[in-house]
C-alpha cells in the first residue's frame, strides 16, 4: 500500500465517525484508529521488509492533527526553511508547522518525541479542524 492510498484512506474517513478501518491487501495490512475526541490518530503500517510470510509486525505512526481551521504553512516565513522535513527528529514542544485562522499565525507543537515519516499536506493549502497535517512514528 503506497502512501497515497493511505492519505486516500485518511481523506475518506476524517468526516465520519468510523473510531477503526482495517485493510488487509497481498499480505499487507493497514490499521487506522481514530481517537474521536480530536487527540492523534494512530496508524499502524506494516513495516517495509515485511514479506507476506515474515510474521506481522507493526509500525505504529501516530497523525499530527490541526487543532483549528485555516491555512497550512511548513515555515515561519516564505524565505524561512521548513520547521521539519521528512526523517527529521522531534522533541514534545517542538513547533512542527503553523496555522494561519483569521489573520493569526498559531504554531502548533507536537504533543510527543518522534520522527517525522509523512508531510500529508502541501504548504499554503486549506486545512480543517482534525485533518492529519503529519505521520510521525514515536519514539
Known amino acids: 500500500m503506497n502512501l497515497k492510498e493511505i492519505k486516500d484512506i485518511i481523506e475518506i474517513i476524517e468526516g465520519t465517525d468510523i473510531s477503526e478501518i482495517e485493510i488487509e491487501r497481498s499480505g499487507e495490512r493497514l490499521v ?12 499502524g503500517v506494516p ?8 510474521a506481522v509486525e507493526d509500525r505504529e505512526l501516530v497523525a499530527v492533527v490541526s487543532p483549528l481551521v485555516g491555512s497550512f504553512y511548513r515555515s515561519a516565513s516564505p524565505d524561512s526553511p521548513p520547521f521539519v522535513e521528512v526523517g527529521s ?3 514534545k514542544g517542538d513547533v512542527i508547522c503553523i496555522i494561519e485562522s483569521m489573520k493569526l499565525n498559531n504554531e502548533i507543537e507536537v504533543e510527543f518525541d518522534g520522527i517525522v515519516v509523512s508531510v500529508l499536506i502541501e504548504n499554503g493549502q486549506p486545512v480543517e479542524y482534525g485533518q492529519s497535517l503529519f505521520l510521525l512514528e514515536p519514539l
Not at 487506522?32 to 496508524?43: C, P, Q, Y
Request: aromatic share 0%.
Open 32 to 43: 487506522i484508529k481514530r481517537n474521536l475526541n480530536g487527540l492523534a490518530d494512530k496508524i
Open 47 to 54: 513495516d517495509k521488509s515485511m514479506t507476506t510470510n515474515d
Open 89 to 91: 527528529e522531534v522533541r
